[in-house]
């Protein structure tokens, strides 16, 4: 071998190992943060005292500048209690709290010495620093600091943008006057760092100039020589640390290994007193369940009024929060991303070692909860929280059905704990589609009915429709199956639901909807199949559609719904949520029709930041 070839061999092998070292170093800092699961975002600033969007209301012209500041006068922080603040956010299961040190309208929450600078211990009512005596207050609780800094400074006489429609100056064309800027953002990210020590800081605004413009590798620097494990985000450089979705709950998960659902209670991040847009604690919590059954985390906003005071809608939230997170600790913590799609109509969670699975159930029933295509042997089945014993059927080599008592579900989310004694292997065997002579005939074995109308609700779900050559008609008039001895049940079902199986076709990827689906031959009816009495509305994510009407099918019953997290500057769908009457839930399994303005039309895409706030 040539000098230069061993040369060039030792410079790959040199790479590659610093490569291994840097993602094994990147990997540990990290680990707090993948096992935290949740966190507690806090808007406040002076936004809260006449209830308006925050630093946009004069970014675009709702109110101007001037008017904007005067907030300074009116925000007292008088009934101010960081205590109490942290007490709750740890109650409510939280593991870390990134609160707003400075917001796009540039007011400073601590004491900054930058130069020019506005602050609240200056400026406002207050006369206070109110950043230093949370971060006390955090660490006294053992719960890990994050700080939100906002990159622009839309108020600093020397930063280039002003509102949507003015710009100060030019700052490719007058250099000394940017640099001036980034000294000032960046003396003060250095007193944050000194001050505080964060464990993570969350940058915000960084659409408005490049990375090299940031100048980011400094920003990095200056943090990482403070605290080298500090984890930052990825709004300095669009890279960072780990990947901050907004307020839309992805639909697939996201390809960061480390990301972060940042999502309000109703629709505003700072407090909005006739903003009574609130999600329901049951929401908040399934949500919770959606971003650990993706292996990321929620950081749940809240936004304290002026006087420092929390609003009693987002006390409860965080209290009820608490209530589950409790009960489900070894569910939540330390847990990674769950099992594919298709073995269990559920959330799920795998515990490090894979030997445990966390199934999330957001529905009772006493029909049974079934498990497919898993080859490991199952040794335990039991409810999180209670350790209650679960009584398991294996009903072929790789199926099972767990029976759950009705006292033993959980009025939000019940988790059921299934351990093996290896890591979890899956069968990727596919079992037959259903026959018309399973389904309907009788037997005088174990009754099925239950479970082989959800194995037709999974068949069709996925294109398999048995009811394609039989005398099936869409209002189910007149049917008979040819099975003889056919089961009543099973007939009056399939005549109540013929709609849902006639000449539909396959249903709608996973992630939009927990459940089988299908849909109308021309695309434009979306059949939801709902197992057992949902615990809170059911929920479809993704749809771009607007909603013509709901029903439920069989009876007609029209039913309501409400979008929720549909910010109308985004693309990005809200959530559709539907309430079902509990008296209008079939004993077997229930089917809504859900009609559209048009063939159903999915959002699918990676969610990120909100760049554009109008």
């Known amino acids: 071998m040539s000098v230069l070839n061993r040369l060039l061999t030792f410079v790959l092998l040199f790479s590659i190992q610093a490569k291994a070292q840097n993602n094994t170093l990147k990997t540990e800092k990290m680990q707090w943060f993948a096992d935290a699961k949740l966190g507690i975002f806090i808007h406040w600033g002076i936004y809260s005292v006449n209830g308006i969007s925050e630093s946009w209301a004069f970014y675009n012209n709702y109110i101007n500048h001037d008017n904007y500041m005067k907030q300074l006068d009116g925000f007292t922080a008088a009934k101010y209690n960081p205590q109490d603040w942290v007490s709750l956010i740890k109650e409510s299961g939280a593991k870390y709290a990134v609160i707003t040190t400075k917001h796009h309208d540039g007011i400073s929450l601590w004491n900054t010495k930058a130069p020019k600078a506005t602050s609240t211990l200056n400026n406002s009512a207050a006369k206070k620093d109110l950043i230093s005596?949370?971060?006390?207050?955090?660490?006294?609780?053992?719960?890990k600091t994050g700080l939100y800094f906002s990159l622009p400074d839309w108020s600093y006489a020397d930063y280039d943008v002003f509102t949507r429609e003015r710009k100060r100056y030019d700052s490719k064309a007058d250099?000394?006057?940017?640099?001036r800027y980034l000294n000032y953002y960046q003396g003060q990210l250095k007193e944050l760092s000194t001050q505080y020590n964060p464990d993570l800081m969350w940058f915000d605004g960084d659409w408005e100039h490049t990375p090299?413009?940031?100048?980011s590798d400094k920003v990095h620097g200056l943090l990482k020589a403070k605290n080298p494990n500090i984890i930052i985000n990825s709004r300095l450089d669009k890279h960072g640390d780990y990947d901050t979705p907004e307020q839309g709950v992805p639909v697939v998960k996201p390809n960061a290994k480390y990301w972060e659902l940042c999502y309000t209670m109703n629709d505003s991040w700072g407090f909005q007193p006739y903003d009574k847009h609130y999600k329901s604690s049951n929401m908040i919590i399934r949500t919770l369940v959606d971003c650990i059954n993706m292996g990321g985390n929620l950081l749940l906003d809240i936004g304290p009024k002026a006087d420092g005071t929390i609003a009693e809608e987002q006390v409860k939230i965080l209290k009820d929060l608490g209530r589950w997170t409790k009960k489900h600790s070894e569910a939540i913590y330390e847990t990674q991303a769950g099992i594919p799609d298709g073995h269990i109509n559920a959330k799920t969670a795998l515990s490090k070692d894979k030997k445990e699975l966390y199934i999330y159930l957001d529905f009772k029933t006493t029909k049974g909860i079934a498990l497919k295509g898993i080859r490991s042997a199952i040794k335990k089945v039991e409810i999180v929280g209670s350790k209650a014993e679960v009584k398991s059927t294996k009903f072929n080599n790789t199926d099972y059905i767990f029976d759950v008592k009705e006292s033993d579900f959980d009025t939000d989310v019940t988790v059921l704990k299934v351990s093996f004694n290896e890591e979890i292997q899956f069968s990727d065997k596919k079992e037959n589609p259903l026959s018309l002579q399973t389904l309907f005939e009788v037997t005088h074995a174990m009754d099925f009915t239950n479970l082989n109308l959800r194995t037709l609700a999974s068949d069709i779900n996925d294109g398999v429709n048995?009811?394609?050559?039989?005398?099936?008609?869409s209002d189910g008039l007149g049917f008979k199956s040819e099975i003889k001895n056919a089961k009543n049940r099973v007939n009056a079902w399939v005549v109540k639901n013929a709609e849902a199986l006639y000449k539909t076709k396959k249903g709608?990827?996973?992630?939009?909807?927990?459940?089988n689906t299908v849909l109308s031959?021309?695309?434009?009816?979306?059949?939801l199949f709902v197992e057992g009495t949902p615990t809170g509305p059911i929920a479809i994510k993704g749809l771009k559609n607007n909603i013509s009407r709901i029903r439920v099918v069989g009876e007609g019953t029209m039913l309501n719904h409400e979008v929720y997290n549909k910010l109308y500057w985004s693309k990005v769908p809200g959530i559709v949520y539907i309430d079902i009457p509990k008296e209008k839930l079939d004993k077997e399994l229930t089917v809504i029709a859900v009609l559209l303005d048009g063939?159903?039309?999915?959002?699918?895409e990676k969610v990120g930041a909100i760049e554009s706030n109008l």
Not at 138 to 143: P, S
Not at 175 to 179: A, G, I, K, S, V
Not at 508 to 515: A, K, M
């Open 133 to 143: 005596p949370f971060v006390t207050e955090l660490k006294k609780a053992g719960l």
């Open 175 to 179: 250099l000394p006057r940017w640099n």
């Open 212 to 215: 090299e413009e940031w100048q």
């Open 466 to 473: 048995i009811f394609e050559n039989t005398n099936l008609t």
């Open 508 to 515: 709608i990827p996973p992630g939009h909807f927990t459940g």
């Open 521 to 527: 031959a021309d695309k434009q009816t979306l059949y």
């Open 599 to 604: 063939p159903i039309d999915l959002y699918r």
